[in-house]
């Protein structure tokens, strides 16, 4: 007995931990047997998947053609503007695939906008994940591993983006040569490392070639693979609904699910490869060929690069001495700030579980109004990231506004500071108010658009009761009770429906009776 009482050893927690997420659960269970639920949001995730197949077969027909060397050579090809210029054979191979290979050049674009769409399907599965509170116990494991596949993915996108050798990509990586020097102490061996020697170095192709063809997309690859098995070890978690609780799936079994999910694949390749058609991405032949001694004016990255880009924008050129060493904080505190800003974002649902003290196991989704704080925080997050998105296109809005280009910085500096209180604030107190207006409707019923007369003269509205569904949508979360417990007539009744709707008083238990004030809400709201 003495034994039992006592505390769980750290070693036996982070097993028990390790077990809950990642142990063997009885039988294995068959992939025939999975179910996917049916709710639109998850295509997010299958659209990310999708991009990234046509992201890899792109890929490997690119690869073919492309020389990723930084020896000169003098074009001969078939863009006359360049030819006779003397440029790298990274350059030359990028305008011989463009111009020269049939079919080249829409591989090419379908790869770039395949990496778009790849990155913004993963931000918005994200996003959708984080709304949710999909991340939660048990599937703390999916949210880290969806988070470093985000990293991933960005990184692939920059080291890609790298490859041409034109004006556009020397003067990015500009940006990065600076940004690793900036980092104390080891800044200096990073660049000499990746760059191989002073910028621009003779191996920073190849070396990028191999971190964006090999490393980048092996590290993708088994990232997935992990999610996958994770998926398939907790199940996929579902929006709350009739018949749908912790312990059961409703959705669509796997072999109809399959059928769909060819068709849907087919439909979000044709969508990139008709972007890559119709609109021209990256066109490398207008930049030229980089040149250390030349910088490309209007130059922007990518957009999920852009909020690094925007943080470095607006700092202020500060530097400071420290033991004889100058500290480039212009630089290297965007750095700190950015990976500070990714790092919340991946140990949030830690944060979450510490500060609330929940460690229960959750398969039923939230409502993102339901979960008010948590739903302002993600908006204050992407707040931040849109801001720092205006502010990597200074430059481009001071000219095409006609302002300057320090009132544009400034707005950025004050924004980066203000907009997202001001996001939190308002997500919150919208939350809030449709949180109200779901307890009207469950209250009272929908309005149906039909006044009624009174025998005093007066007019009313008359309200429609909610079919059982709905009202099981509106009232199947966890409904704390109100700081001071009060025993509020719409309260209590708010309660009372809450229990009736998710089965908690069954047969056989004495549901607790309307006070007389209850009574008379009920019979009013029927009256009506």
């Not at 007995?1 to 009885?26: F, K, T």
């Amino acid at each position: 007995m003495g034994n039992d009482s006592r505390p769980a050893e750290p070693g036996q927690r982070l097993a028990q931990w390790m077990e809950d997420r990642l142990g063997h659960r009885g039988a294995s269970r068959s992939v025939r047997r999975l179910v996917f639920p049916g709710h639109w949001s998850f295509m997010l995730g299958e659209i990310a998947l999708y991009s990234l197949v046509v992201l890899l077969i792109t890929g490997v027909y690119l690869s073919f053609f492309f020389h990723p060397s930084s020896d000169l050579v003098v074009y001969e090809g078939g863009y006359l503007p360049l030819r006779g210029q003397l440029v790298s054979e990274a350059f030359d191979s990028t305008l011989h695939l463009s111009f020269d290979v049939r079919g080249g050049l829409l591989i090419r674009q379908a790869h770039h906008w395949a990496a778009l769409v790849f990155v913004a399907a993963l931000l918005a599965h994200m996003l959708r994940v984080f709304f949710t509170g999909a991340f939660r116990k048990p599937r703390e494991l999916n949210w880290v591993l969806g988070f470093l596949l985000l990293v991933l993915a960005m990184f692939g996108g920059l080291t890609g983006y790298d490859l041409p050798d034109d004006l556009l990509s020397g003067t990015g990586l500009r940006v990065v040569h600076g940004t690793l020097l900036s980092v104390p102490v080891v800044g200096t061996y990073l660049s000499f490392f990746l760059f191989g020697g002073e910028f621009p170095g003779d191996d920073l192709i190849a070396r990028f070639n191999i971190l964006h063809v090999l490393v980048i997309p092996g590290l993708v690859i088994a990232v997935i693979v992990g999610q996958l098995a994770l998926a398939v070890r907790h199940r996929h978690a579902q929006f709350p609904g009739p018949g749908r609780t912790d312990t059961n799936v409703v959705g669509l079994p796997f072999r109809v699910y399959a059928v769909k999910a060819v068709g849907f694949f087919f439909l979000v390749s044709g969508v990139i490869f008709f972007m890559a058609a119709v609109a021209q991405i990256n066109p490398v032949w207008n930049y030229g060929p980089f040149r250390p001694d030349q910088v490309s004016a209007g130059s922007q990255p990518d957009w999920y690069m852009g909020v690094a880009d925007g943080f470095l924008r607006v700092m202020p050129g500060w530097e400071i001495d420290f033991w004889g060493r100058t500290l480039a904080l212009d630089t290297f505190l965007p750095l700190l700030v950015g990976v500070l800003f990714f790092l919340a974002m991946g140990a949030y649902p830690f944060i979450e579980a510490w500060v609330t003290g929940d460690n229960r196991e959750q398969h039923l989704l939230d409502r993102p109004r339901n979960r008010p704080v948590r739903t302002g925080l993600g908006v204050a997050w992407l707040s931040v990231y849109l801001v720092a998105l205006i502010g990597a296109a200074n430059d481009l809005i001071a000219i095409r506004l006609h302002v300057s280009v320090n009132a544009v910085t400034w707005a950025v500096r004050i924004g980066l500071l203000v907009v997202p209180v001001l996001a939190f604030v308002v997500t919150v107190r919208l939350a809030l108010g449709l949180q109200r207006r779901d307890r009207d409707k469950v209250l009272h019923g929908r309005e149906s658009g039909v006044i009624k007369r009174l025998p005093h003269g007066g007019y009313v509205e008359i309200h429609v009761p909610l079919d059982q569904e709905r009202l099981h949508t509106l009232t199947a979360h966890e409904q704390h009770r109100p700081l001071g417990g009060g025993g509020s007539t719409a309260g209590r009744l708010q309660r009372l429906r809450a229990g009736l709707s998710r089965g908690l008083y069954g047969p056989g238990t004495q549901v607790p009776k309307p006070t007389e004030a209850e009574h008379k809400e009920i019979s009013g709201r029927h009256r009506s």
